[in-house]
Nanobody, 118 residues
Framework: VQLQASGGGLVQAGGSLTLSCVASGRAFATYTVGWFRQAPGKEREVVAAYGWKPGAIGYSDSVKGRFTISRDDAKSTVYLHMSRLKPEDSAVYYC????????????WGQGTEVTVSS
């Protein structure tokens, strides 16, 4: 599986942005997909994840209520809609995917940078 992330950019605090991640390969609907971010000098952290079962969605506390993850399996695409953005949301955002029985994320997109100005 290859992942291609896009949609990053510069946005003012309080604004919104939607990231997209398109996957190649088969059986996308059976993968758990997630969005992660890494700010300079910090470790990569999970932001949101969407399992293969309906409703299997989770968010980090820092983005809960502001970010929404969704997926369109027909298009092999996962989205991250980010609203009420804060400067501390600035980071390189990565999408990841893992198969059902995998214990960790196996496939990664190349990252898309989000910068939130104050």
């Amino acid at each position: 599986v290859q992942l291609q992330a896009s949609g990053g950019g510069l946005v003012q605090a309080g604004g919104s942005l939607t990231l997209s991640c398109v996957a190649s390969g088969r059986a996308f609907a059976t993968y758990t997909v997630g969005w992660f971010r890494q700010a300079p000098g910090k470790e990569r952290e999970v932001v949101a994840a969407y399992g293969w079962k309906p409703g299997a969605i989770g968010y980090s506390d820092s983005v809960k209520g502001r970010f929404t993850i969704s997926r369109d399996d027909a298009k092999s695409t996962v989205y991250l809609h980010m609203s009420r953005l804060k400067p501390e949301d600035s980071a390189v955002y990565y999408c990841g995917a893992r198969r059902v029985r995998a214990s960790s994320y196996e496939f990664w997109g190349q990252g898309t940078e989000v910068t939130v100005s104050s």
